[in-house]
């Protein structure tokens, strides 16, 4: 399982390791998937396909799923949302920002 983010391109998302070493693995479709989360099948291909975050309460689920941590999960969403806003024009705005401490 992936855990470490790099520095110079995007981290994979929680959705591209959701498939790659899940569902993939274990040979599990959307819809087995999305009944045993109880979601919408909707909301697994929106992961799946990066369009939708991994918030604490899908964390859970899928942790309980899978038999690891919410924080895996989270930490994956972690590492692309900080990732995307370190390389947003937000950023620049907020390095312009006074220091104070």
Avoid at 61 to 70: D, E
Wanted: aromatic share 4%; glycine share 4%.
């Amino acid at each position: 399982m992936r855990t470490s983010a790099p520095k110079k391109r995007r981290p994979i998302t929680p959705g591209e390791v959701l498939r790659e070493d899940f569902l993939d693995n274990l040979e599990i479709t959307q819809d087995e998937l999305a009944a045993s989360l109880g979601v919408h099948r909707t909301t697994v291909n929106e992961i799946l396909n990066g369009r939708r975050a991994i918030t604490p309460d899908m964390a859970l689920r899928l942790g309980h799923a899978f038999s690891t941590s919410a924080e895996y999960w989270l930490n994956l969403q972690k590492s692309v949302d900080l990732y995307d806003a370190r390389h947003s024009d937000a950023h620049k705005r907020v390095e312009r920002l006074p220091v104070l401490g």
